[in-house]
Nanobody
Framework: VQLQASGGGLVQAGGSVKISCAAA????????IAWFRQAPGKEREWVAT???????SYADSVKGRFTISRDNDNRRAFLQMNLLKPEDTGSYFC????????????????WGKGTQVTVSS
């Protein structure tokens, strides 16, 4: 499956943005989809996961502010980000894998190019 993230941009602290992940491939519905992010000079970190049964999990740093969702009919996944903070700044990547409920990057085999989200203070 091929993935492409889009929808990032410059947002003020406290604001919201929704980013999308478009997938090519007929088996999108069967994959666990996750969002990761990478800030300049830092390692890539897990943000959120939605499995094929739409079970959700979130990193503590975004819990209560971010919402991951998916639309299997249109082969898309989304990340709604609210109450953004400057520390949310980074390049956001979507990834697909087969292991449920994980944020371990080793289990995600398909990766899209990132979309940049910059939160100004």
């Amino acid at each position: 499956v091929q993935l492409q993230a889009s929808g990032g941009g410059l947002v003020q602290a406290g604001g919201s943005v929704k980013i999308s992940c478009a997938a090519a491939g007929t088996t999108f519905f069967a994959y666990t989809i996750a969002w990761f992010r990478q800030a300049p000079g830092k390692e890539r970190e897990w943000v959120a996961t939605i499995n094929a049964r739409e079970g959700l999990s979130y990193a503590d740093s975004v819990k209560g502010r971010f919402t991951i969702s998916r639309d299997n009919d249109n082969r898309r996944a989304f990340l709604q980000m609210n109450l953004l903070k400057p520390e949310d700044t980074g390049s956001y990547f979507c990834a697909a894998g087969v292991k449920e409920d994980t944020g371990d990057q080793r289990y995600f085999f398909y990766w899209g190019k990132g979309t940049q989200v910059t939160v100004s203070s």
